[in-house]
């Protein structure tokens, strides 16, 4: 019942929020807007007892991304007046086509209650599904380790190349 | 969940709430009353005896002044600012164990607001969702020694961050020796910390069975660098660039008048308090103290841990307004600098010390 309360609550922030993103004028609103939806998603992870992901999702994401979004808006100060053409021909036609086949494949399965296209939440969560941080940390250390440093590394590395990349512009040619 | 236990977990929420308002309170206070005593002042000594209820007549003067709304403001962000400052700062010291827990009946009543599993993110989320105010406030009031505070703030709080996150960590780590296994929960890494360090060495003992088994002495330059980095946090001085007075007149909150700069101004109390309240979590013990159970009367040894809490925070707090009445504020540069080149790379390498140090202890040298 509360969960149900909550995630009906959390999905509405979450689509007002994704809905502000495109539709705002000033770039600020729409980056306070996905902030919004992030946070819905947060939420909706504890709902689903992933603390851990939720936890990082706004650290990494509302924390970090997002203040550094709003700094580049702030100090480049981007103007309303600035460049809105669709350079992408019939890009709205197109997205709407899209959206609306979607929008009917959802009512769709809705209607004809044909709830194999989206598989239900499972019956009795395995105590291993608990996101404690421990539930977390051992298979991400034992079964998945080589997988997990494969990572670090990959992320390592793609920093230290974009540095390289903005540093070494100027002298090459 | 049954009645008794939603009751105990409202009494909690509001017992943490009411005092972090009632501290709050008396930190102002103490903060003007500090500082004058430092600069040879008397400070506030009219309202109350000692002046100690000048900041509740602030507060009623602030309630009733009339909030003055700027013309050129973006009216949504302005309005939501103050409330963005204000609901972290809260929800952070909901984190902290205030006391020790005791028993109504049978059922066990923890003073702390939640203890959750990943605490210690939890409050590295919110310490982070509390620089949203000020640069909102920045950028919304529509002027430009607001907008300069809020730039200001934002590159602050992004670089001493990581340095906050990286003494944390070595703690963590730490604490994770102590123990079965490592913890993010505040109210174990709490735990752990109880006993003294008279085990260590035989040949010590008798002077190491007096010092408390507080993380700070192991981890002393974690400490450091997360006060350091808490003291930027809450932009308080020497790293108060953010409403620096001579340079940009209030800063971020130089438009904001009324109830909604007394937001503000409590949200910067209450991070100090929190703020220091995590950092004597960490570090120093939290409630850990020796209570005399059995000699003292039982509600004295009940409340004692409560005090030992407070004494180890205000030690904290009373640090900050020392900082304040003594250094002068840093240079943007200087800023800069003492974050990306002095306390990451200090922070990292403590982290590496520290790893290897516990590995040693735990394992045994490499080549055995």
């Known amino acids: 019942m509360v969960e149900g309360i909550l995630f009906v609550l959390m999905a509405v922030t979450a689509l007002a929020g994704a809905v502000t993103v495109v539709v705002a004028r000033n770039p600020v609103y729409s980056a306070m807007g996905l902030l919004g939806t992030l946070f819905s998603v947060a939420v909706l992870y504890v709902a689903q007892l992933a603390h851990f992901v939720a936890a990082v999702q706004v650290i990494v994401y509302a924390g970090a991304v997002m203040t550094l979004f709003l700094f580049v808006i702030m100090f480049i100060g981007v103007d309303t007046s600035d460049d809105r053409d669709e350079r992408l021909p019939m890009q709205r036609f197109w997205v709407g086509i899209l959206a609306g086949v979607i929008v009917l494949l959802a009512a769709g399965i809705t209607l004809s209650g044909n709830f194999d296209w989206v598989p239900a939440a499972v019956e009795t969560i395995p105590e291993a599904t608990n996101g404690t941080i421990q539930a977390i940390a051992e298979p991400l250390f034992t079964d998945w380790v080589l997988a997990f440093e494969a990572t670090a590394l990959l992320l390592t590395i793609s920093a230290a190349g974009a540095i390289a990349l903005a540093h070494f512009k100027g002298q090459r040619t | 969940m049954s009645w008794p236990e939603f009751w105990i977990v409202v009494l909690r929420v509001i017992l943490t709430f009411g005092l972090l308002l009632v501290v709050t309170i008396l930190n102002v206070w103490a903060e003007r009353k500090i500082l004058a005593k430092m600069q040879s002042r008397i400070g506030p000594s009219r309202a109350g005896p000692y002046g100690i209820l000048q900041t509740l007549a602030d507060g009623m003067k602030l309630f009733f002044k009339e909030s003055i709304t700027p013309r050129k403001v973006e009216l949504g962000m302005y309005v939501l600012a103050p409330f963005l400052a204000v609901i972290p700062a809260f929800l952070i010291f909901m984190m902290v164990p205030w006391g020790r827990p005791f028993m109504i009946g049978d059922h066990e009543v923890t003073l702390q ?30 002027s430009t020694y607001p907008l300069i505070g809020g730039v200001r703030a934002t590159a602050q709080a992004i670089s001493y961050e990581a340095a906050m996150g990286l003494a944390m960590v070595a703690v963590v780590m730490f604490s994770a020796t102590q123990g079965d296994g490592g913890t993010l ?83 910067e109390y209450i991070n100090i308090f929190s703020m220091s309240a995590i950092a004597a979590t960490l570090f120093l013990g939290g409630w850990n103290g020796p209570t005399f159970d059995g000699v003292l009367p039982g509600f004295v040894s009940a409340v004692l841990p409560t005090i030992y809490f407070l004494a180890k925070t205000y030690f904290l707090v009373f640090l900050f307004f020392w900082l304040r009445a003594t250094l002068p504020r840093l240079r943007y540069d200087q800023l800069m600098q003492l974050g990306w080149k002095r306390l990451i790379p200090g922070a990292l390498g403590w982290l590496i010390v520290s790893t290897l140090v516990i590995s040693f202890r735990q394992f045994g040298p490499p080549w055995s």
């Open chain 2, 185 to 267: 929960s505040l109210a174990e890494i709490v735990e752990r910390q109880s006993g003294t360090w008279g085990d260590l060495s035989p040949a010590l003992q008798p002077v190491l069975q007096f010092v408390p088994r507080w993380n700070v002495f192991p981890q002393i330059v974690a400490f450091v660098i997360f006060f350091i980095a808490i003291v930027a946090e809450t932009n308080r001085a020497p790293f108060d660039l953010v409403e620096a007075e001579q340079e940009i007149v209030g800063g971020f909150h130089t438009e904001y008048s009324g109830i909604r700069f007394a937001m503000f101004f409590l949200a």
């Open chain 2, 113 to 142: 607001g939640a203890d959750l599993n990943v605490g210690l993110l939890f409050i590295l989320a919110m310490s982070s969702m509390a620089v949203y105010a000020v640069i909102l406030a920045g950028w919304s009031s529509g």
